[in-house]
């Protein structure tokens, strides 16, 4: 089984533009299971987009390892895909060419060649093929850009706040669409987000983080069985238990902004 | 109404051929061999007159004909052509314009005619130097470009090379190229090249610094390796901020041409107009000078043409 992935005391510090030292991460320790949905939410600050950048191989860590599959991980490969909340589409390339880019550079695409139409039909880009990213909706470009990760079947998709930029409706239509290509392809799904019911909805396991310093406060498993009613009396059990973690840290937060 | 644009192109070309055949000569200027002006005219609007006629009998629905660019253009013409008829007047006609320097359309356009081998072996040897100095200039621009751009170290090592030497005129070079090439002609390639290059690397590396680093992050986390960062994100994305550095680098070259021309040159359009001028010759001159016009003009065409191809992905860009 492919998929799995485990932080090791990993710390991540930067050197701000005024010289100070600042606490990107402070000490994570966390383990993924193969084919688990883990979201990771909380404020600003908490370090989940440092996380994933971390895992992606973009960016090193200042102390500690991450391993995927008993791997180290040290650069960005194929093997983790990302999604931003930017789709990053290129906008050069048609949206066949846009998802067919991996295949292209890793000199795959005359094997897999097929592999681009039925990608797109996952996502649900059919007819689309010769668009420009320009001339398509955010939804629609985040579904393209969704489907350029998942073609070269990556052990884990990574997610940054993918739903962040899109109206309500067109993002309650992508997390099902996110859960039926999870159950489709059975791969481990990472995603970074704000919203605690998105969060609840998707995830078999809630990592919630609080900031200063950045870290994970406490991981909750999900156990509700697919798919999910937003009114399930657990379902509002648990979003009111994030929240209540959530506020607790935000209470010996400096506020950001004074009055 | 708009039918009546072609109205407007008819009357303008029948006063025009009227003056040039009814109205006699000023004895002050010397005689044409044929009436070029009134043959061109002629040929013009009947070609013209064609054109619009073919496109009417293949186009589908009728209505829209006048939405046609033919039909769009013939006030345009009959503007041009009455600019023409006026200058004919004041030209030969009267002779109220100094005859020196303002001789009649049908000599200027006889030169072209009368005068065509010479031309044509002017244009040959200018396209020949202008091609070879901006191939030159956009093949080395454009590699530096995207070295300044990509490597700290080139950045480093080659930045203050293009502040300093760049922003010198091409043509301030002639001195020193003089001396180092024993050829007149290689030194006219040599300034079309700088003129070409400096444009093109610092809109090249500026262009490439710009590229959005997600694009970059995107195509790594897809087994992306350098060299297809480079060639499949960073030069593409670059792309628009290239051909505009090659826009100016070719309207550079231009000047750097007409310059260059005039060192020891044996041929070329620019010393062509040079040398007419100061045998006193205008009616070569304006010969001259509507070749330059023709010639740049599609060349600049050709460009946007390329670049509309390369660039059909972009949105809102200068058009031409």
């Known amino acids: ?259 | 109404m708009k039918i009546l644009r072609p109205l407007l192109l008819i009357l303008s070309f029948a006063a025009a051929e009227a003056v040039a055949f009814a109205v006699p000569d000023s004895p002050l200027h010397q005689p044409a061999k044929h009436p070029y002006f009134a043959i061109l005219l002629i040929a013009v609007t009947v070609i013209y007159f064609i054109a619009a006629v073919a496109g009417y009998l293949t186009k589908k629905k009728k209505e829209e004909i006048i939405e046609e660019p033919l039909f769009y253009r013939a006030p345009f013409l009959a503007g041009v052509i009455l600019f023409l008829n006026l200058l004919n007047i004041f030209t030969v006609k009267t002779a109220i314009f100094p005859v020196l320097y303002f001789p009649s359309l049908d000599r200027v356009f006889g030169t072209l005619a009368e005068d065509r081998e010479l031309i044509l072996k002017c244009i040959a040897f200018s396209m020949g130097i202008l091609v070879k100095g901006v191939l030159g200039g956009l093949i080395v621009g454009f590699f530096m470009g995207l070295a300044v751009g990509f490597s700290k170290k080139a950045a480093y090592w080659i930045n203050p090379i293009i502040r300093i030497l760049g922003p010198i005129p091409s043509t301030a070079w002639i001195p020193i190229l003089l001396v180092v090439f024993s050829q007149a002609r290689s030194a006219s390639t040599f300034i079309i090249g700088i003129s070409v290059w400096f444009p093109t690397v610092v809109l090249t590396s500026s262009g490439i610094s710009n590229v959005k680093n997600s694009y970059f992050e995107v195509s790594s986390t897809l087994g992306a390796a350098p060299i297809h960062k480079i060639f499949r994100i960073g030069v593409p994305a670059a792309m628009p901020s290239i051909f505009l550095g090659l826009f100016n680098g070719i309207c550079g070259s231009f000047v750097a041409l007409m310059t260059a021309e005039m060192i020891g040159a044996k041929y070329g359009i620019g010393w062509y107009v040079n040398w007419q001028k100061e045998m006193m010759a205008y009616s070569n001159v304006y010969a001259g000078l509507i070749v330059i016009a023709v010639l740049f003009y599609i060349i600049i065409t050709l460009l946007f043409k390329v670049r509309d191809r390369v660039l059909g992905w972009q949105k809102g860009v200068i058009k031409w």
């Open chain 1, 1 to 259: 089984m492919v998929g799995t992935i485990k932080f090791e005391n990993v710390k991540k510090t930067f050197i701000s533009m005024d010289g100070e030292e600042v606490n990107a991460l402070s000490g994570v320790d966390l383990e993924i299971e193969q084919g688990d949905f883990v979201c990771l939410i909380g404020p600003s600050g908490c370090g989940k987009s440092t996380m994933l950048r971390l895992l992606a191989g973009l960016d090193k860590p200042t102390e500690g390892t991450i391993y995927l599959d008993e791997k180290k991980v040290t650069k960005p490969d194929c093997d983790r895909g990302l999604v931003f909340q930017d789709p990053n589409l290129f906008p050069w390339l048609t949206i066949y060419d846009n998802i067919a880019f991996g295949l292209k550079v890793r000199k795959l695409f005359r094997s897999r060649r097929d592999d681009v139409k039925e990608y797109m039909e996952l996502v649900g880009l059919k007819g689309f093929e010769r668009s420009y990213p320009h001339q398509l909706s955010g939804g629609m470009c985040q579904r393209a850009s969704l489907a350029r990760a998942l073609i070269g079947h990556p052990s884990a998709l990574l997610l940054d706040e993918p739903l962040g930029a899109l109206d309500a409706f067109t993002r309650m239509n992508m997390q099902d669409e996110l859960l039926r290509i999870k159950k489709e392809k059975n791969m481990t799904m990472i995603m970074v987000t704000h919203d605690v019911d998105e969060a609840v909805y998707l995830a078999d396991k809630v990592v919630v983080m609080t900031p200063r310093p950045a870290k994970i406060e406490q991981v909750l498993d999900v156990k509700l069985s697919q798919p999910r009613d937003r009114n399930n009396p657990e379902f509002i059990r648990l979003r009111s238990e994030i929240l209540r973690i959530l506020d607790f840290a935000g209470k010996e937060q400096e506020p950001e902004y004074n009055i």
